[in-house]
DNA sequence: GAGCTTATCACCAATCATTGTTGTTTGACA
DNA sequence: TGTCAAACAACAATGATTGGTGATAAGCTC
């Protein structure tokens, strides 16, 4: 029951190790550790998040080898690697779902929107010749955390909560 | 070269001037330099491009001049500095008319596209709990130049391509 | 216009996310 | 088990951007 929502569009683990073998890629005790970290995981972290609770189980992982696990998998389009303007690229493993993303301002938390917005194209006279493959919407904003009257926080530190605890 | 149209929403030089001046700042040959080199300017140019413009005009300009008079411009409102994905930030002399942009995967070329999206925004259920400020669209595709399978001799355009034309 | 104050300047070093290098280790397959 | 390229950890380097710092010059008084 944990995560079964949250991971519906997402290969599992086995899955991905699957994928990497069959692609002649080597499964690593690493690599796998980084899988089960994206794992329904619906917090959009950067390289760094996922070092940190890539950490916690194989300690001695090189951040290098997480960002080259996280690309690897965006090249093979498990995972999408996505510049919200936050300042470090953010890693989403939620690939099947068309859908776009409300972002703080202040802290970089990121939202999934699950919408589909109409009318989302180039008007024709505007195109001028490009190939257009695809639209992305970004909404900015403050978060819930952020917005409070009380300045009081400190940084609110866009952390990995553990997949599946928060219910909604 | 500069045209009636692509000035209309934007400040002029002596416009800008005024407006350092009345805010307290000291205008300089090299902010008016680069008032100049932004005025009409369609391009979306990243900081090295404006340095790069600049120079030709102010020779011993510095890039963190051109960084600071940037991101002051951009703090006044008299422009946009947008993070479109190409890696550097890109400043937007147009910002009195709200306005999407079409990015080239390739050559990071921007394309201003003056569209209104209807129904642009977080779905009431979606929100949680953020404050929504406003939502930028962004597409992307390959622009003319990059999209040619046949190398067009006949387009140097020397404004923001990827230097080093790799020969050999 | 001369002098004063302080913003701005050019130059240089540092930061931060990300990528390159290298010599060693290890997974996959025979 | 041996072979060997792929992947690893450690570390150096990159590229965009930002932080000092002493010198210069804008915008004031007088
Ligand atoms: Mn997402
Ligand atoms: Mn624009
Ligand atoms: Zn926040
Ligand atoms: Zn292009």
Known sequence: MIGDKLSIAMRTTDELTEAFRASGRKVTA???????VLQGNVNHPSAE????????????????????????????GEIAALDLGTGMARFDPNVEETHHHLVCRSCGKVRDLTVTFDGLSVPPDEVQGYEVNGAEVVFRGLCEDCR?????????????????TTRS
């Open 148 to 164: 409070l009257p009380r300045p009081d926080p400190q940084h609110p530190s866009a952390a990995m909560e553990p997949a599946g």
């Open 49 to 76: 998040a996922v070092y940190d609770a890539a950490r916690t189980e194989v300690e001695t992982i090189s951040l290098k080898t997480v960002y080259q696990t996280l690309y690897e998998l965006a090249e093979m």
């Open 30 to 36: 690493q690599r796998q550790c980084i899988f089960r």
